[in-house]
């Protein structure tokens, strides 16, 4: 059975930086792209990033672009996103998933809250 | 990037009666490899999203078949045969054709 497991979110100051990681079993995770969404509260869902199975491609939102990283462990099925110099607006639950277009299985969520 | 619109926005419906949701897109859906990634998502509260139907009309397994999807173009449509209680949440549909790949504002489905 798929199960995608999101953590690392919590409470930073603006600038403040955060790592979130998504634990993946019940699937060969190295066939899979894999992408990062975020839902900010009470809005919809915006895409952030996708990386490909071997992490050689890499796309990012241009939200996110320069301050935002991905990357992916497939020897630990683990998906991850850096975030670096956060700003108020990066406040959301951030989900990932499979296949960036489609969205077959989804995380949990993990909500990061960026405030002083 | 590729604007997705939803109609109605809030859908109050009876339960055993028929509801319908439109998504437009700004941009004709075809990818280079002949699908058309037009996906819809169930959300209920609290809860994170749940895909209901892939590529415009083939409905994920576990999904009743009272939900389904059509369309075609930059026009798609989701249906629900005859509404039940479990069926109130928020309904995204969402293209993966385009980068960056977006949502719909959602459509909020309640009993009336």
């Known amino acids: 059975q798929v199960h995608l497991v999101d953590s690392g979110g919590g409470l930073v100051e603006p600038g403040g930086s955060l790592r979130l990681s998504c634990v993946d079993s019940g699937f060969t995770f190295s066939d899979y792209y894999m992408t990062w969404i975020r839902q900010a509260p009470g809005k919809g869902l915006e895409f952030i990033s996708y990386i490909s199975p071997s992490g050689t491609t890499i796309t990012y939102a241009d939200s996110v672009k320069g301050r935002f990283t991905i990357s992916r462990d497939n020897a630990k099925n683990s998906l991850y996103l850096q975030m670096n110099n956060l700003r108020a607006e990066d406040t959301a639950v951030y989900y990932c998933?499979?296949?960036?277009?489609?969205?077959?299985?989804w995380g949990q969520g993990t909500l990061v809250t960026v405030s002083s | 990037d590729v604007v997705m619109t939803q109609s109605p926005l809030s859908l109050p419906v009876t339960l055993g009666q028929p509801a319908s949701i439109s998504c437009k897109s700004s941009q004709r859906l075809v990818y280079s490899d002949g699908n058309t990634y037009l996906n819809w998502f169930q959300q209920r509260p609290g809860q994170s999203p749940r895909r209901l139907i892939y590529k415009v009309s083939n409905r994920d397994s576990g999904v009743p078949d009272r939900f389904s999807g059509s369309g075609s173009g930059t026009d798609f449509t989701l249906k629900i045969s005859r509404v039940e209680a479990e069926d109130v949440g928020v309904y995204y549909c969402m293209q993966g054709t385009h980068w960056p790949f977006t949502f719909g504002p959602g459509t909020k489905v309640d009993i009336k």
């Open positions: 998933a499979r296949r960036p277009r489609e969205l077959d299985y």
